[in-house]
């Protein structure tokens, strides 16, 4: 079974691990359709998207492209073939007041965007840390696709993500998941 054929997905960061950060994939029927683990003490961010807990078959490499980036970017690859299905890149200045990010495609063409719902919002987030829960908005090609609602809950981290918009599926799944396990991998860092 594809894990990246639903529209709409729960992905929340295990609360306690001792090294690096875990987090959960799971569809909209509640079943498990992703692991997570982030790799403690890297230079370079590494995270790795499994098909279950066992962590015996990798779907996803998700890699930072430099050590240090203030406008950081990330390949997002397929596991499987080796082949690179697109690369997430935050937009250094801009993230400071309101998080965006850019969507590129396999080519490194920009496809789409990530953006934070509103810059109020995202001022009183930065006061207020995680009082104030985030909300995405994803758009590719123009077209609104979906959004990431983080939960509001101060310990545990939790994005809703819903791509039910996207009936012509202009955005791959997989692309738009990996957007998601780098929000909470960051917000874990950040909140």
Same mark, same amino acid.
């Given at each position: ?5 639903? $529209?709409? +997905? ?11 950060? /875990?987090?959960?994939?799971?569809? @909209?029927?509640?079943?498990? %359709? ?10 370079? !961010?590494?995270?790795?998207? +499994? =098909?279950? !807990? ?19 970017? +990330? $390949?997002? %690859? ?7 299905? &697109?690369?997430?890149?935050? *937009? ?6 309101? $998080?965006?990010? !850019?969507?590129?495609? =396999? &080519?490194? !063409? ?5 953006? @934070? $719902?509103?810059? &109020? ?12 829960? /985030?909300?995405?908005?994803? @758009? %590719? ?8 609602? /983080? *939960? ?7 994005? #809703?993500? #819903? ?9 791959? *799944? ?12 960051? @917000?874990?860092? /950040? &909140?």
């Amino acid at each position: 079974m594809d894990p990246f054929t639903a $529209d709409r +997905y729960t992905a929340r960061r295990k609360v306690f691990t001792i090294f690096g950060a /875990q987090f959960h994939l799971w569809d @909209e029927r509640g079943q498990l %359709v992703a692991f997570v683990q982030q790799r403690a003490f890297k230079l370079k !961010e590494d995270i790795r998207v +499994y =098909a279950d !807990e066992s962590a015996t078959r990798e779907l996803l490499l998700i890699q930072a492209r430099s050590i240090v980036d203030f406008s950081a970017a +990330y $390949d997002v %690859v397929d596991a499987q073939t080796g082949s690179r299905l &697109g690369m997430l890149r935050r *937009r250094g200045v801009s993230s400071l007041v309101r $998080d965006t990010w !850019e969507i590129l495609g =396999a &080519g490194g !063409e920009p496809i789409g965007a990530l953006r @934070e $719902d509103s810059m &109020g919002l995202a001022l009183v987030r930065r006061l207020l840390g995680n009082l104030v829960p /985030q909300r995405f908005g994803v @758009e %590719v090609h123009g077209q609104p696709v979906g959004t990431l609602r /983080q *939960r509001f809950n101060p310990f545990v981290h939790t994005f #809703d993500v #819903d791509f039910s918009n996207d009936h012509a599926r202009l955005l791959p *799944r997989a692309l738009g998941l990996a957007a998601a396990i780098l929000l909470l991998a960051i @917000e874990g860092r /950040q &909140g």
